[in-house]
């Protein structure tokens, strides 16, 4: 059986006790070590008694370290310094392990050739049956097709010290992983999808979540002046609607100026393509979901804002990273 080590970032939020508990009922060979990186500002070791409490046995194995709230790149490369295992399994701390995960990680891992530098667990993402998802639902939902998504990924450590693991440019848990996996694909690795289970549920967020996760915009311009135009279509990640909101946001800021110049006409034209395009957006969102008044004001007003915000982190990113070096010059 190939031996492993399980990593997980964490802010010791709920969901940790629920995540260490999955991975220590799984049934199968289990972990030579496991490493915790607390990555909160302030760490306090009385929080994690309980979750820690859960491993049972495997408390002997685990270990705790501090990440010094830097992102998850940075606490995953924290955490892979300290294995000793051949592969290192990183787990986010909201997921929960399959009941069987151990016995057919180890199986994945035993069927990795010696050119193979990760194995991808299967993501799952449980939506309520009896409503419509939310738009926050349907975002989580997409995890489930994400690529080499670690939530649930297997990596050979002499891989990720071959190509100095995680950019940890990327602060936030989006795209740090697809940037991880180009790299190695670059070196001359393959990257397989395994056959593990994985459970992420949505986990709770207020109704402004997705102005906050405006902020992956900046790490796409990183992403593109790492890995060029054609990245997109390499990490078959969805473009998404940049380009709308940049129309928009133009279109808003066009008909103010206009406005302010007095030229009334021409203002208004770009008002109304404003307008319009604000109100397509808020409907494509509405549309899919459950319709509750809650919703439908969160998506308009939401949809109001998303594209000025996602125009400014993708413009600010642009002009952060424009001469952004390849992560192994910064890390070394």
Not at 129 to 153: C, F, K, S, V, Y
């Amino acid at each position: 059986m190939t031996d492993y080590a399980v990593v997980i970032p964490t802010l010791v939020r709920d969901t940790l006790a629920d995540c260490l508990a999955a991975l220590a009922a799984a049934t199968g060979p289990k972990p030579r070590e496991i490493v915790l990186v607390d990555d909160r500002p302030d760490p306090d070791r009385a929080d994690l008694q309980h979750p820690l409490s859960v491993l049972g046995d495997l408390r002997e194995r685990t270990t705790v370290l501090r990440g010094g709230a830097r992102g998850p790149a940075a606490a995953r490369n924290t955490g892979a310094r300290a294995v000793t295992a051949p592969w290192a399994a990183f787990l986010d701390d909201d997921v929960q392990v399959g009941p069987h995960w151990c016995e057919q990680l180890t199986q994945d891992l035993d069927e990795a050739g010696p050119d193979i530098a990760g194995v991808q667990g299967v993501i799952a993402v449980p939506l309520p049956g009896a409503r419509r998802p939310t738009d926050w639902e349907r975002n989580t939902a997409a995890l489930a097709q994400a690529r080499w998504i670690t939530a649930d990924m297997a990596y050979r450590t002499d891989a990720l010290k071959q190509v100095d693991g995680f950019d940890e440019r990327f602060p936030h848990a989006f795209r740090e992983d697809a940037d991880l996996a180009l790299r190695l694909l670059d070196a001359g690795w393959r990257i397989r999808q395994g056959r593990r289970t994985t459970r992420h549920p949505v986990r709770p967020a207020d109704r402004w979540v997705s102005l906050r996760s405006q902020r992956g915009n900046a790490d796409d311009a990183l992403m593109l002046s790492l890995h060029g135009p054609n990245w997109w279509h390499r990490a078959v990640a969805p473009r998404g609607r940049l380009r709308g909101h940049l129309a928009v946001t133009g279109a808003g800021a066009a008909a103010v100026v206009l406005a302010l110049a007095g030229r009334r006409g021409a203002a208004g034209v770009a008002a109304a393509g404003w307008a319009l395009g604000t109100a397509e957006f808020a409907w494509s969102r509405i549309a899919p979901g459950p319709r509750t008044r809650y919703e439908i004001t969160t998506m308009a007003v939401t949809s109001v804002l998303i594209p000025p915000l996602a125009s400014w982190h993708w413009l600010s990113g642009r002009w952060r990273y424009r001469d952004a070096p390849p992560w192994p010059e910064v890390a070394r």
